[in-house]
Antibody
Framework: QVQLVESGGGVVQPGRSLRLSCAGS????????IHWVRQAPGKGLEWVSL????????FYADSVKGRFTISRDNSQNTVYLQMNSLRPEDTALYYC???????????????WGQGTLVTVSS | SYVLTQPPSVSVAPGQTATITCEGD??????VHWYQQKAGQAPVLVVY???DRPSGIPERFSGSKSGNMATLTISSVEAGDEADYYC???????????FGTGTKVTVL
């Protein structure tokens, strides 16, 4: 069955860095775009970033552009989110999410991980 | 940036119908998808491409779209439908994924 497992969350001071990982299994990883979506405590869903199936296209929310970098290693079935210059407002549960359409235009998310919690606090 | 607006809350009695709206500029030209998120859980897709239902989602969940508004309708509401619901589109003009503001459905 399709699984997405996030790791790498934790408590970090403002201005520091953190790298999240998302390991996929149960599907042909290299055929699907992967998103990161976050949810601050008690708040709604916020899209963060997307990498295309081959890593050739990468997109970012305005709130993280220039600070976060998404990448993927299809040989390891893993997507990464490098988060630099972290701010308290980046505190959230970060979900790794599969885009449903293989090799196609971006659409909806059919599988979500359980999330990894990032807390930015001094 | 593109914005999707939902009512913050909807209350409905068991067995009645809940209607959740999602407004966005020119939403008619975009595909709208809906997610259910129960407390402490990851979101689950309940409607995609405006009206389609994933396998395993009850027929009580249906989607529609007209003008600048998309709608998720939950018929014969059950206590287990109590959750937050989000609409979502891919905005190709900005290459951004956009989620609605979210609607909390309370079953009375």
């Amino acid at each position: 069955q399709v699984q997405l497992v996030e790791s790498g969350g934790g408590v970090v001071q403002p201005g520091r860095s953190l790298r999240l990982s998302c390991a996929g299994s149960g599907f042909t990883f290299s055929r699907h775009a992967i998103h990161w979506v976050r949810q601050a405590p008690g708040k709604g869903l916020e899209w963060v970033s997307l990498t295309s199936h081959d890593g050739g296209n990468k997109f970012y929310a305005d709130s993280v552009k220039g600070r976060f970098t998404i990448s993927r290693d299809n040989s390891q079935n893993t997507v990464y989110l490098q988060m630099n210059s972290l701010r308290p407002e980046d505190t959230a549960l970060y979900y790794c999410v599969r885009d449903a359409r293989p090799l196609g235009t971006y659409s909806y998310s059919d599988y979500w991980g359980q999330g990894t919690l990032v807390t930015v606090s001094s | 940036s593109y914005v999707l607006t939902q009512p913050p809350s909807v209350s409905v009695a068991p067995g009645q119908t809940a209607t959740i709206t999602c407004e966005g500029d020119n939403i008619g030209s975009k595909s709208v998808h809906w997610y259910q998120q129960k407390a402490g859980q990851a979101p689950v897709l309940v409607v995609y491409y405006d009206t389609d239902r994933p396998s395993g989602i009850p027929e009580r969940f249906s989607g529609s779209k007209s003008g600048n508004m998309a709608t998720l309708t939950i018929s014969s509401v059950e206590a287990g439908d109590e959750a937050d619901y989000y609409c979502q589109v891919w905005d190709s003009s900005s290459d951004h994924n956009v989620f609605g503001t979210g609607t909390k459905v309370t079953v009375l």
